[in-house]
Every structure is written in structure tokens, then in C-alpha cells.
């Protein structure tokens, strides 16, 4: 009997890699050693109860505050000392629990703030290059208002970015995300406070991005909207990670249950 070949199987490797990060301020510890994984391509859950250190971790992988000791890895290339906007360069970037948008820049200004790839302008550049700058602007704006026609904000770019309602400001955000052509996105709580009739609209956006790349970390305290939009959860508690798995199977665990999943089904 032939001998049928074996056929090797294997993870990916991950995008990002959080290893024994810690964060103090003075006396308190908020990550007291987290370590995790994130895989290209999934849309992965941060959960866990108030203060566990979900948004101190994402603002340490960000580079907004730096990790008091150690390391965290985007492919291959250490990041840990690494200036935050240069790690959005690499296609880092987050989003915050309360919008950030420019309230008193238009809708499409928002966007274009966002392009990878702009040369900048100088004086030099200007006298120089002019052509070449101006045929660069309009490319740029016609990409914005082809990612704003996506995410239906078309119709709103002369609008003062500070009017939008709730949801717009979070659509305006990931358009922003797909403006700038990120690879992994840390969403702070998407879908706090909005309007429910854009809650599918915003789901649908992310998992498009995904589809065209883009890697997300969502935190998100409705588990609801956890089952339904994420493959993977990670659950922090105490400033660790004390397990991760789909939800199901974290619903049988009596360690997240104890820290998070039973006071949040109470």
C-alpha cells in the first residue's frame, strides 16, 4: 500500500507580538506582564472588566505611552522604543473611546490628513516639483472621496467634521483608516454610543477592510457584538492575559467567568 504524503500544516506568523509587556505609573501597575499574539488578516476581541489595562496596553502598542519594560513586535521588527508616528507608518494605527476627529476641518479634509505617501510641501518642492505636486493632490482627493462614497459620507465631505452624529464621526474614523492604508487598527470601543441603525453599517465597513488587509483589534465591552464581529478573543484582567479562544469556549471558562464574562451576562 502506497504511503500517502504528509502534508505539513502551519500558523501563520503573527503580525504583532506583545511579549512580558509591563506599564507602571509610580506605584500602580496597569499591565503587570502581557503577552499576546495577533494574526494577519483576523478581527480579534481585547475584553475584560474596567481597568484591566485594555487601554493602556493599546496605547503601549501604539507608542502613545512607552511600555515600561518588555518588547512588542510588528512582523519581524522590534517597535518597542519606536516614536508613534512611525509606527503608523509601518500601518499601526488606533482609534480612542471618544472620537477624534478635527471638528473644525471638513469631512474630506479628515481623510486626506490621513494619506500614506504624501511628499509634503516645502518652497522647494513647490517651485520644483509643482506639476508633480498637484497631479499627487488629485489623486489623493479622489481616493478620499472614493473611500467616503464607500463608507456613505460622500454627500457630507463640505460638512464640519465636528456636526456628524456619533456613528458618522466612527464611520469618518475607519475611513480614515482605510485612507491610510494601515495593516493592523486598534478600534478603542467602536460602537460606543451610536445610533443603532449605523451599528451594521460599521460592522460591515471593518470586516470590508479586512478583506482588503486590514488586521483589527477591537475592544468592545458588548459581547454581543464580539460574537458576532470577531473570530478570536483575548481577555485581560489584572494587567495579563488570563486566556483567549472563540467566545464559546471562553464562556466555559470558570477563570473569565469569575473576572469578566459573569458580571457582564449578569
Known sequence: MKEQPIVATSTPSPLLRVRDVHRN??????????????????ICAL??????????????VAGSLPATRGQIFLDDKDV???PTYERARLGLVRTFQLSQEWPGMTVLENVLVAAADQEGETLWSALVNRRRLYAREREIVAKAREILAVFGLDHMRDDLAGTLS???????????????????????EP???????????????IRDLRDQGVTFVVIEH?????????????????????????????RQNTQVVEAYLGVANA
Open 191 to 205: 460602537m460606543a454610543g451610536i445610533n443603532p441603525s449605523l451599528r451594521d453599517r460599521i460592522i460591515q465597513r
Open 80 to 82: 518597542t522604543r519606536m
Open 222 to 250: 458588548n459581547l454581543g457584538i464580539v460574537g458576532e464581529l470577531c473570530e478570536r478573543v483575548v481577555v485581560l484582567a489584572g494587567g495579563a492575559v488570563i486566556a483567549e479562544g472563540t467566545l464559546e469556549e471562553l
Open 47 to 60: 475584553v475584560g472588566p474596567n481597568g484591566a489595562g485594555k487601554s493602556t496596553l493599546v496605547s503601549c
Open 25 to 42: 505609573f509610580g506605584g500602580l501597575q496597569a499591565l503587570t506582564g502581557c503577552t499576546l499574539d495577533v494574526f494577519p488578516g483576523e
Open 166 to 188: 456619533g456613528g458618522q464621526k466612527r464611520l469618518l474614523e475607519l475611513a480614515r483608516v482605510a485612507m491610510s492604508r494601515a495593516r493592523l487598527a486598534f478600534l478603542d
